[in-house]
């Protein structure tokens, strides 16, 4: 979906070619990309480049992506959802340069109640390899809870990974009326 959306610091915007050197930036780095299943290490401006090229921007819902801008930066994060074999989950990462500012929080705030918003799902799945625990408490603060634990393939580390499983429910978000 071709949509924006705005919080107090930050705009959710469709992904577009001119990202493409900020991301391959900011992903090329193993703080960031070691966090992440399905992102590559090295991160190459190629990369960026493939995956900017492949985003729709009639893809439904399930499969929106949005870049997160912060005031006077453009590209310093991403968040978005895609399918798994148990359902719709939400995935993000955020450079390294703007961590511990609460952004990730505001910016899924945000995202998640949109998608609610936007679709009947009635639950929304995540999860972090289990030395993330900066992404875990965001996950917590939202409303998620840890359903179990799974092996995940990381990309950049090359092998499975020890992945803690989690899902926040529409029931829970509207109860926590996204706070």
């Avoid at 590559?40 to 900017?52: K, N, V």
């Avoid at 972090?128 to 809870?145: D, E, P, Y």
Wanted: charged share 25%; net charge neutral; with cysteine.
């Amino acid at each position: 979906m071709d949509v924006t959306l705005e919080t107090r610091r930050l705009v959710l915007r469709p992904p577009h070619p001119a990202d493409a050197r900020r991301m391959a930036s900011f992903l090329d780095n193993f703080a960031v990309s070691g966090n992440l299943s399905r992102v590559p290490y090295p991160y190459r401006l190629a990369d960026a480049r493939d995956y900017l090229a492949r985003w729709q921007k009639d893809a439904p819902a399930e499969e929106t992506n949005f870049v997160i801008d912060l005031d006077g930066e453009c590209c310093v994060g991403q968040i978005g959802f895609h399918g798994d074999a148990f359902g719709p989950v939400v995935g993000y990462w955020l450079a390294q340069p703007f961590w511990s500012r609460g952004l990730m929080s505001e910016a899924a705030r945000a995202a998640i109640a949109w998608y609610f918003e936007t679709t009947g799902a009635l639950e929304l799945r995540s999860g972090v390899f289990h030395f993330n625990r900066a992404s875990l408490a965001i996950q917590r603060k939202l409303g998620f809870v840890e359903t179990g634990i799974s092996m995940r393939h990381c990309l950049a580390r090359g092998e499975q990974v020890r992945h803690i499983d989690t899902i926040l429910t529409r029931a829970a978000w509207a109860e926590r009326d996204g706070q």
